[in-house]
């Protein structure tokens, strides 16, 4: 926590010097420090944008975990990461081998660094030489990113200790005990309902776009509120560990079904907003306003988003060397590949669906097509007027199974199809961090768990297939089956969720509150070798890639062992 007080002064420092960086300005410079930056209604200003700078810390495609980064998709069954990173705590991770002295430290340092900071603006705030109105609404944001940077926190490490509003300096007391989960939720909880009360619904455009609306503070209470809902947290704890205390750091003693209710009611809060709604497309080709969703800067699906410029970053990180990327960082399972479904709706376990496993990706749900690059794939490609093929099939070049992709597909999540790493344009994406179609999915489940498979809930899922390009079928169920038992509705929506949201930081998350980790990740994931025979057509045979063990102490991140030893009042949690 030293540490992290040192670093949070230096950062101000560093920061505010930039804002005057005309290294030919021979003035004499000002010494910066609280009470000059605080007395200056620009640097003020620009010091909480500025906290903003690590909201997407933990969603991050380039996540740090290792030598070239990659995002939480290669802890779960979504994606493989490259081998060219030994080091990677992903590795550590999937292969059971995660302990208290190897753990990435990033999420705990930087979250209590941005929590110091905001703390050290609420104690300035009354010099702040802004108007009344605005001065609420930053405190209001403020308010709102400390509740951000704990809920990361608690859903890595489960409670955590909480500051208050209190500036810890090098001379106080760090060796502070973890608050209880419920003690942690609550203050999250807390916070936004603070900061709800004093920020607008939206920014009409304006420059101040991207900044929190009412509509994200909301849509956390709703993250926060399901997950705590869910068999880990309500309830489930004794299967990790039997010890009391710290039973009540990691979620509640016992299952309440009344906290699906909570999250129902947190989830329609949003949508009653009237504020969202799904990106649709004025193209006819089926799923456009799915991937038209991520090429946007502005639209009127994100509720919470890391504001970036013009940019290719998802191709640089995705794309495959035959468009410029050799090292590309997401190899899709083929666990992720066969959670698609047919344009239909129906799964391809389905007999009725249509789907023939000599022609697997033919008539998928269109999401399929902006989610994975599978062999014969189209892709954008400088020099030719057309998008060319990605193929991937054994001696097929540069793209082929086993010499980049170890699963035989390259992920398409988010990519804008006509950029590639090398050539096409920019654009202007920025990562979505909560968006509707979440909170339509929030909804269904907690209406599901607490009421069962109600008409609202296939109405939440029914917007989700619709805008995604799913046929609407004879019954208008666009592929669901009618009058399913709250069991087949929860099956239903936990793909959904996995469609959906994939790459999009969910997954991992989703499978240990459900608390079915030890079911789905503690297996050999699998890839797809393909061989083209002379006539021209394909073979297709299943291939073990990599093998992911969990154990049960994995739903919860070990603490930082250097953290525990400078403060022994904190708990490790249980198994490290």
Wanted: charged residues 20%; proline residues 4%.
């Amino acid at each position: 926590m030293k540490k992290y007080i040192m670093i949070t002064l230096s950062a101000i420092m560093l920061w505010c010097s930039s804002c005057d960086s005309d290294f030919l300005d021979q003035k004499v410079l000002t010494v910066l420090n609280e009470e000059t930056v605080f007395t200056d209604s620009l640097r003020s200003v620009q010091y909480l944008t500025g906290i903003y700078a690590d909201i997407n810390f933990s969603w991050s495609l380039n996540r740090t975990m290792g030598v070239g980064g990659m995002g939480l998709y290669a802890a779960s069954d979504e994606g493989d990461l490259d081998n060219a990173q030994p080091n990677s705590y992903v590795l550590r991770l999937i292969a059971g081998a995660g302990n208290a002295s190897n753990v990435d430290k990033t999420i705990w340092t930087v979250a209590y660094q941005r929590i110091r900071g905001i703390n050290l603006m609420l104690r300035n705030k009354d010099k702040i030489p802004v108007s009344a109105a605005l001065k609420t609404r930053m405190i209001a944001e403020a308010k709102f990113l400390r509740a951000w940077y704990y809920f990361t926190l608690l859903k890595h490490y489960g409670g955590i200790s909480l500051m208050g509003d209190k500036v810890f300096e090098l001379t106080d007391n760090l060796n502070i005990a973890r608050s209880s989960y419920e003690e942690t939720l609550n203050y999250i909880l807390g916070e936004c309902d603070v900061a709800a009360a004093d920020l607008p619904l939206n920014y009409n455009g304006t420059p101040d776009y991207g900044r929190i609306t009412k509509g994200a503070v909301l849509a956390l209470k709703s993250r926060a509120l399901l997950y705590a809902a869910s068999p880990l947290f309500n309830g489930g704890i004794a299967t990790v560990t039997t010890d009391a205390n710290l039973s009540k750091l990691l979620g509640y003693s016992n299952a309440d079904p009344e906290r699906w209710k909570k999250a129902l009611d947190a989830a329609e809060a949003v949508i009653n907003l009237n504020q969202y709604v799904l990106n649709t497309s004025t193209s006819t080709t089926p799923g456009a306003g799915f991937y038209e969703t991520f090429t946007k800067r502005i639209n009127n699906e994100y509720i919470f988003t890391f504001m970036r410029g013009n940019n290719k970053y998802v191709e640089n990180l995705f794309d495959m060397p035959s468009r410029g990327n050799n090292t590309p960082k997401c190899f899709p399972f083929q666990e992720m590949v066969d959670a698609f479904g047919m344009k239909n709706g129906l799964p391809i376990t389905d007999d009725k669906s249509g789907y023939n496993p000599n022609d697997p990706y033919t008539n998928r749900d269109p999401r399929f097509y902006y989610t994975i690059i599978y062999n014969g794939a189209l892709r954008f490609r400088s020099g030719f007027s057309t998008e060319q093929p990605v193929y991937s099939y054994v001696g097929s070049g540069s793209d082929q199974i086993y010499t980049i992709t170890t699963t035989g597909y390259y992920c398409y999540k988010m990519i804008d199809k006509t950029a590639v790493t090398a050539g096409g344009s920019e654009t202007g994406r920025c990562d979505p961090l909560i968006r509707y179609a979440e909170i339509l999915l929030n909804a269904a489940e907690a209406n599901n768990e607490y009421y069962g498979a109600t008409t609202k809930v296939y109405d939440y899922l029914i917007q989700i297939r619709k805008r995604a390009g799913i046929t609407a079928g004879a019954d208008n169920l666009y592929g669901l089956k009618a009058n399913m038992t709250k069991e087949e509705m929860r099956s239903a929506i936990m793909n959904e969720r996995r469609v959906e949201l994939a790459f999009e930081e969910h997954r991992y998350w989703d499978v240990r509150r459900w608390k079915i980790a030890e079911q789905i990740e503690n297996k050999t994931m699998t890839g797809m070798e393909i061989n083209r025979l002379a006539n021209g057509t394909y073979t297709y045979t299943k291939i073990s890639t990599r093998q992911h063990v969990f154990k049960p102490e994995m739903y919860f991140w070990p603490i930082p062992q250097s953290e525990i030893i400078k403060a022994p009042a904190l708990k490790q949690n249980p198994g490290y």
